[in-house]
């Protein structure tokens, strides 16, 4: 899907955690893969979106050609405005909950799409956000769940029981209080723990994958002072230091 059609058609969007076995761009291209478990996954997103009568479909394993240096950095710095332009928002969890009852707290700690970096923007930028359990039975939407996941995750409740589908005001949080919200996650690349939160503060980097966590995050330090005048995080230091801070929820 181009920016053009992306901007004007109405499609659905994956949130899920990487697994093994994932149906991957090449796959696509070449026709094989349908026998791996990640093609289940692509399936049921793609029957979910076509129930809820959306045509078109966007899930980064099978989306994004990785092979290629360009399409990748342009895929990281464009996702944030990806998934807010998004008709709607599916969550993937790998947790199951009793039926007809809400996931609590303590159930979404348990879901290891509640720590990952590149999952923070995928639940705070869509205007909508629907959870789905590991067997995709329906467990409720961002508003009904937005007790236990401020509680899971630290982010300020207003961000997640809001009802307007309009972009959400970013600028309205400090830098300091959006940086927190991710103190807690985690990414499999070091550098990506950086470039997870590029449209959290909306600029733009060239990934440089080997150049390691500190490196990544002092550019994003850095690229965040030439864009704003709000310096309260540079008291964090690195990012290591960082992480030892409680998430603030105000």
Request: hydrophobic share 35%; net charge neutral; charged share 25%.
């Amino acid at each position: 899907m181009n920016e053009s059609a992306r901007a004007s058609l109405p499609y659905a969007i994956l949130s899920h955690t990487w697994e093994a076995e994932e149906y991957l761009y090449e796959d696509v291209r070449n026709g094989t893969g349908k026998d791996k478990r990640g093609y289940h996954k692509v399936k049921k997103f793609c029957e979910l979106a076509r129930s809820n009568e959306y045509r078109y479909g966007w899930l980064d394993t099978c989306c994004i050609d990785k092979s290629s240096s360009a399409e990748l950095s342009e895929a990281i710095n464009s996702m944030f405005n990806w998934y807010q332009q998004s008709a709607i928002c599916y969550v993937y969890l790998d947790i199951d909950c009793r039926p007809n009852t809400l996931p609590d707290e303590w159930q979404l700690m348990r879901a290891r799409w509640i720590s990952r970096g590149w999952t923070l923007q995928e639940l705070i930028a869509p205007g909508r956000v629907a959870f789905y359990t590991r067997s995709w039975v329906p467990c409720g939407d961002r508003q009904t769940l937005s007790l236990p996941l401020s509680k899971s995750t630290g982010i300020s409740l207003d961000v997640l029981d809001r009802t307007s589908v309009q972009p959400l005001m970013l600028s309205s949080y400090s830098i300091a209080n959006r940086m927190s919200w991710a103190a807690k996650r985690e990414t499999t690349r070091p550098e990506d723990i950086a470039y997870c939160l590029l449209g959290l503060f909306d600029i733009h980097l060239p990934l440089l994958y080997g150049e390691g966590q500190a490196k990544a995050f002092r550019r994003l330090q850095e690229e965040i002072i030439r864009h704003s005048m709000d310096l309260s995080f540079l008291a964090w230091g690195d990012w290591d230091k960082h992480r030892q801070l409680p998430s603030k929820r105000h």
